[in-house]
């Protein structure tokens, strides 16, 4: 997918934590506290730890946790911060959270572009066809305001999920 280099950027740092805690092997209890500090960070009345947060969790999240985080990263969709709710798409995508697949259409409409981006990349990576209306609106918006690089994101969410565009899937058991 065409990203602008502010979204390729926030992405490399994500994957970089997410590649950081599975290349370590973190054993069950490491993953558990970084999780646990992650959400407390999220919750904080401190904005600034709040990035800190949904990165650990984004960083040690694996398909075990993902009953129990789902709520905490939907919550972090919603946060004042663009790259808190950037993260915390890529957190739904990695978890496979077809669960939240209206709160990440509702991020489609953000105004941080790169947001809207993270949010149909994560949509069309998830792979699920309830996702297409909403894409489908948001991508006739686009057209209509002439937002040609945002409307080429949401296209291309439509062709992943519809096969159109090759892309691996998430999935967890």
Same mark, same amino acid.
């Given at each position: 997918?065409?990203?602008?280099?502010?979204?390729?950027?926030?992405?490399?740092?994500?994957?970089?934590?997410?590649?950081?805690?599975?290349? *370590?092997?973190?054993?069950?209890?490491?993953?558990?506290?970084?999780?646990?500090?992650?959400?407390?960070?999220?919750?904080?009345?401190? +904005?600034?730890?709040?990035?800190?947060?949904?990165?650990?969790?984004?960083? %040690?999240?694996?398909?075990? %946790?993902?009953?129990?985080?789902? @709520?905490?990263?939907?919550?972090?969709?919603?946060?004042?911060?663009?790259?808190?709710?950037?993260?915390? +798409? *890529?957190?739904?995508?990695?978890?496979?959270?077809? &669960?939240?697949?209206?709160?990440?259409?509702?991020?489609?409409?953000?105004?941080?572009?790169?947001?809207?981006?993270? +949010?149909? %990349?994560?949509?069309?990576?998830?792979?699920?066809?309830?996702?297409?209306?909403?894409?489908?609106?948001?991508? &006739?918006?686009?057209?209509?305001?002439?937002?040609?690089?945002? +409307?080429?994101?949401?296209?291309?969410?439509?062709? &992943?999920?519809?096969?159109?565009?090759?892309?691996?899937?998430?999935?967890? @058991?």
């Amino acid at each position: 997918m065409k990203r602008c280099w502010a979204t390729t950027a926030m992405v490399g740092m994500a994957v970089l934590l997410a590649g950081f805690a599975s290349a *370590q092997g973190y054993d069950k209890k490491t993953i558990e506290k970084m999780l646990t500090d992650g959400a407390k960070k999220l919750n904080s009345p401190n +904005a600034a730890e709040h990035e800190q947060g949904i990165g650990f969790i984004l960083g %040690y999240i694996t398909c075990a %946790y993902r009953t129990q985080y789902i @709520p905490v990263a939907v919550k972090a969709l919603k946060d004042p911060n663009p790259t808190v709710r950037s993260y915390a +798409a *890529q957190t739904l995508e990695k978890i496979a959270a077809k &669960e939240a697949i209206p709160d990440l259409i509702a991020l489609l409409d953000d105004a941080v572009n790169d947001v809207s981006d993270r +949010a149909a %990349y994560a949509l069309g990576t998830i792979g699920d066809t309830s996702a297409v209306p909403g894409i489908t609106r948001a991508l &006739e918006s686009a057209k209509a305001q002439k937002k040609t690089s945002r +409307a080429a994101m949401f296209q291309e969410s439509l062709d &992943e999920i519809s096969g159109k565009s090759p892309t691996e899937h998430t999935h967890c @058991p």
